[in-house]
Structures are given as C-alpha cells and as structure tokens.
C-alpha cells in the first residue's frame, strides 16, 4: 500500500525555469491537497482538489498551477521559478469523511537559485 | 490572521517526564481536532484526533484534552521517549468556502533528553 507518492524528492531550479511535481495516491481518495512548508513555519495550503476536474486555490497559490485529470493525480506546476518558491512541498489526500485527517506524501525539497 | 495557533516553536523535555503541547483556535466552527507528528525528511503523519463533542481522548502514551469554552487543545505525552524527538502539529477541521480543510497550526518542536 503506497498510500501518496511525491516525485522528485529533491530539486534544484535556476531562476524562471519551470517544472512539474508530480503526486499519486493509490488510497481513491477524492480530496488531494498541496502544501508548501518554509523553515519555522507552518502548512500553507497552495491549491486542493475535491475530484476529479474540479480544483480551487489555498492561501498561497500565486506561482502554481495544477490540474486533476483523474482521481490518484495531482500535479503541481511552477511556471517561472523564483527563489520565494524556495520551500518543501508536501501532496496530500483525504476520504471524503476525513476523520483520520490526511495522508501526506514525503515532501519535495525545492531550492531555486 | 492565524486561525491555529502553537506559540510554543520548541520544547524540551526530560526522558520520562511529561511533555504537553498547546494548541489555541480562534474559529468556533471547527468540529474536529487532530495532531500530526513529523520527523525530518518525511510527510506529516497522523496520531491523534479529539471530535468537538468530547474532552478528552487517549491513546497509549497520547491523550489530547479539548478545552471548548477556551478554544483550547493540549497533547500529553507520557512518558516522553527520545523516539518522540519530532515536529508536532496541531490542525482543526472546517470548512473554507464549499470544501471541508484542515488548518494547521506552525508546528513546535519536541526535543526528549535521554
């Protein structure tokens, strides 16, 4: 049982450059979310999905894009990197009850120089 | 504006004693409360939660107190043990626009002394 998979686990990106975080979840969860973490700080939701086509921003979404073309993807796109971005990325999901909260992925650790 | 609040960054505890987390809230709409644990390099794990309905719930070593009238909610752990060196984090449960999300609190770090 994977539960959520994040791919890459580490990244270094030059300023503008852009790039796709991947996030699978094998759980049928209809809720995914991604969420940056910087140093000494707390979760910041950047984008959730409730299903499939369906997709909203969070607190922090400039600078990102995503898409949820099936149920296990959900992919988050940085256009033109800038050091801002600089921050652990984690995916996560969730049944529609939730009670358990979410799973979360292990995180991407995203450097911009 | 902060919804969940830890004001506590760090704290450190002596193997065997008690270690107590705080977690204060602002919303009232909030109906079910959760703690995650996280170790360096890894996601954020589940470990206990507390529904707004009840007081207090344990689990082993893990009891969480709900403090309603305060808006207020603390993690015991006894006895601490190095293995619980980690990030812990308080969330709560409520709806943002349509969808039902969690938000977190910023997370204090637990450090056990052997």
């Known amino acids: 049982n994977a539960g959520v998979t994040q791919t890459p686990k580490f990244r270094i990106l030059k300023i503008g450059q852009s790039m796709t975080l991947q996030c699978t979840q094998d759980?049928?969860?209809?809720?995914m979310y991604w969420y940056r973490q910087d140093p000494g700080m707390g979760l910041k939701l950047i984008y959730y999905?409730?299903?499939?086509?369906?997709?909203d921003k969070g607190e922090v979404p400039n600078g990102y894009n995503v898409s949820r073309s099936t149920t296990e993807d959900f992919p988050l796109r940085l256009e033109l990197a800038a050091p801002s971005q600089t921050s652990v990325y984690f995916c996560?999901?969730?049944?529609?009850?939730?009670?358990?909260?979410?799973?979360f992925g292990s995180g991407t650790r995203l450097t911009v120089v | 504006d902060q919804q969940v609040k830890q004001n506590s960054p760090s704290l450190s505890v002596q193997e065997g004693r008690i270690s107590i987390l705080n977690c204060d809230y602002t919303?009232?709409?909030?109906?079910?409360f959760l703690w995650y644990k996280k170790y360096p390099a890894e996601g954020p794990t589940f470990l206990i939660s507390?529904?707004?309905?009840?007081d207090k719930n344990e689990d082993g070593r893990f009891t969480v107190f709900l403090n309603k009238s305060a808006k207020h909610l603390s993690l015991h752990i006894v006895p601490s043990q190095p293995g619980d060196s980690a990030v812990y984090f308080c969330?709560?449960?409520?709806?943002?626009?349509?969808?039902?999300?969690?938000?977190f609190g910023s997370g204090t770090q637990l450090t056990v002394l052997p």
């Open positions: 759980m049928n969860h209809n809720y």
């Open positions: 919303n009232s709409m909030f109906d079910y």
């Open positions: 999905s409730v299903g499939a086509g369906i997709t």
């Open positions: 996560a999901s969730s049944s529609l009850q939730g009670d358990n909260g979410y799973t």
């Open positions: 969330a709560a449960w409520g709806f943002s626009g349509s969808a039902r999300q969690l938000t």
């Open positions: 507390i529904s707004s309905i009840k």
